[in-house]
Nanobody, 113 residues
Framework: QVQLGESGGGSVQAGGSLRLSCAVSGSTASTDVIGWHRRAPGKQLEWVAQITSDGTTTYANSVKGRFTMSRDNAKNTLYLQMNSLKPEDTAIYYC???????WGQGTQVLVSS
């Protein structure tokens, strides 16, 4: 059974950084497309970034140049490095395994001005 577990959220001031982790079990992360989504308070779910099996990453325009998604194949874990955080980045961040349409439980990010 495929499971995803996010961690690394927290509170940070604007301009700060956080690194989110998404641990994958039951599947080899390097063979699939896995992405990050977020839901801000009162807003719809938003796609943030994704990485393909060959390591190609794509980003939403709202985070491009500030966020970097990566993968550690040995740890079967995905990361989302978030720099230059803005209050509008405040949201619950979820990782998603596209093949099986499995979602993690989410991790809260709060950016204060």
């Amino acid at each position: 059974q495929v499971q995803l577990g996010e961690s690394g959220g927290g509170s940070v001031q604007a301009g700060g950084s956080l690194r989110l982790s998404c641990a994958v079990s039951g599947s080899t992360a390097s063979t699939d497309v896995i992405g990050w989504h977020r839901r801000a308070p009162g807003k719809q779910l938003e796609w943030v970034a994704q990485i393909t099996s060959d390591g190609t990453t794509t980003y939403a325009n709202s985070v491009k140049g500030r966020f970097t998604m990566s993968r550690d194949n040995a740890k079967n874990t995905l990361y989302l490095q978030m720099n230059s955080l803005k209050p509008e980045d405040t949201a619950i961040y979820y990782c998603r395994h596209y093949r099986y349409d499995i979602w993690g439980q989410g991790t809260q990010v709060l950016v204060s001005s």
